[in-house]
């Protein structure tokens, strides 16, 4: 159950990432309190997490959740670059975050 929680937390890090090119300096109310919701849950859901999982697996595997999917959301909405190194870089954090994921005794 907490590897389900931390994977949901580290989903809203990737809303709240995102959400910070929206809030425009947080000048725009709805987007950052949309913004700040989601830092505010996937920290809680973070700290749960760690209430059974390794400090230092948790927060590895939430930041490399966050991280790939920000980027990939920023290729997708905001047209930053896609290279393929790029991806090479990508993958190897996501067998980093299974590298964790699989070492990690629970």
Known sequence: MAWLVLV??????????????????????VPTLLTVTAMVISMTMLGI???????????GVWV???TVG????????FGES???????????IIVGIIGLK???PT
């Open 49 to 59: 997490a760690v209430k059974t999982l390794p400090v230092g697996t948790a927060y």
């Open 8 to 29: 949901i937390a580290g989903l809203f890090e990737i809303g709240w990432a995102i959400g910070l090119k929206y809030t425009d300096g947080f000048s725009r109310i």
């Open 82 to 92: 896609a290279s393929p190194i790029r991806f090479l870089f990508v993958l190897l």
């Open 64 to 66: 490399g959740i966050g």
């Open 70 to 77: 920000t980027v990939l959301l920023g290729i997708a909405l």
């Open 102 to 104: 699989y070492t990690t």
